[in-house]
């Protein structure tokens, strides 16, 4: 099926973390450290900047917000009068860049990261060797009063993360494992049962996001195109994004606008100096679900 794909928004230096949230689509633009949000109309604004590269967003019970502090490994906490604190630490877990997040809705948060300096380990050996030896990471688990502990290990890059509707399963995109993999969700956070949801090989999983038929959109960093997958591998559908594809997340007044996130490199050097990044749309069938 071939979709009409629009362009929302352009001049982005590197958007991530897309979560709809009242009315809007709220986003981090990594190299202008800051948190934007677009309408449905395309009218692109600043929310706030930070003292490093946000990626991962959510919202607390209360309000306020959630936001990964990439380099500082940090969550960080916004309050609805739009004082920031430092929520949680996660030096002590992450072992290089923190990335995306998913908040449940109890306020925990489950925060993946690099787990190794990806940019440099590619530029120093080739791709295929970086892929099958590389550190794991291990995915960690902030609670609603910001104690941190470690909810999974061995983890090949964790990357974009959903947890479905009933909140019992935890999805998340290991990008350098070229997996979903799930987990089952206990009521005091802990994981358990892992286990491969979807592989994705050749395609890589980036930001994801999840629709209420129990598929789950990816974005492929590798191509520019968005990946709608089904439980166990089963591809269904292919969406030409115009750039590569680092996130998606479905939103809009019925859940079924799909927004993805694009830009022509991920090199950190180009794309800090250009802000060639779009947020594209197109229309789909089956609504957002779960969380984000």
Known sequence: MSREVKVLAEGIYFGEGPRW???RLWFSDFYAHAVKSVSLAGDLRTEFEIDDQPSGLGWMPDGSMLIVGMTKRQVLRRT??????????????????????????EGRAFVGNFGF???EE?????VEDVIANHKTAKLACVSPSGTVRVAAEEMHFPNGSVIT???????????????????DIAANGSLSNRRVWAP???RIPDGICLDSEGAVWFANPMAAECVRIAEGGEVLEVVDTGQLCF??????????TLFMLTADSADAHTASAQA?????????GAARAGRP
Do not use: Q, W, Y
């Open 122 to 126: 590619v530029a120093t050996r080739p």
């Open 117 to 119: 300096n990806l940019d």
């Open 21 to 23: 949230h009242d009315g």
């Open 165 to 183: 509707p009933d909140g019992k399963t935890l999805i998340v995109g290991e990008t350098v494992g070229f997996c979903l993999t799930a987990f």
């Open 80 to 105: 609805v009068d739009g004082a920031v604190s430092v929520h949680a630490d996660l030096s002590d877990v992450a072992t290089f860049h923190c990335n995306d997040m998913v908040v449940d809705t």
């Open 200 to 202: 994705t090989l050749p």
């Open 276 to 284: 060639t990044g779009r947020i594209v749309t197109c229309r789909v």
């Open 247 to 256: 996130a998606c997340m479905l939103g809009g007044d019925d859940g079924k």
